[in-house]
């Protein structure tokens, strides 16, 4: 079984950073991607974040380009979302995710993750 563990939410001011990180049992995450979404109160799901297998290339939403930076470390099997510039908007559970085959380019698109985790809760103050 896969399991996905993230960490690091808090809650903090707007204008603040935040690094959230992600721990995977159960499988070895360096021939996959991963990927980052939140969902805020009374909304749905959204991507955040993704990265391929080896690290090399990114992807983000709009919204947080700039202000995020999605990184991998396939030795500790982790993936981690530095966060930075934060608003009220980027509030929400925040979950790691991974793609459910191995060497495909990951995409914001849910149904091609296979795994997923509890979910961290961040919060931003303004």
């Known amino acids: 079984q896969v399991r996905l563990e993230e960490s690091g939410g808090e809650l903090v001011q707007a204008g603040g950073s935040l690094t959230l990180s992600c721990a995977v049992s159960g499988r070895t995450i360096s021939r996959y991607g991963m990927g980052w979404f939140r969902q805020a109160p009374g909304k749905e799901r959204e991507f955040v974040a993704a990265?391929?297998?080896?690290?090399?290339?990114?992807y983000y939403r709009d919204s947080v380009k700039g202000r995020f930076t999605i990184s991998r470390d396939n030795a500790k099997n982790t993936i981690s979302l530095q966060m930075n510039s934060l608003k009220p908007d980027d509030t929400g559970v925040y979950y790691c995710?991974?793609?459910?085959?191995?060497?495909?380019?990951?995409?914001?698109?849910?149904?091609?993750?296979?795994?997923w985790g509890q979910g961290t809760q961040v919060t931003v103050s303004s």
């Open positions: 995710a991974a793609h459910g085959r191995p060497w495909l380019i990951p995409s914001g698109r849910q149904y091609e993750y296979e795994s």
């Open positions: 990265i391929i297998w080896s690290g090399r290339n990114a």
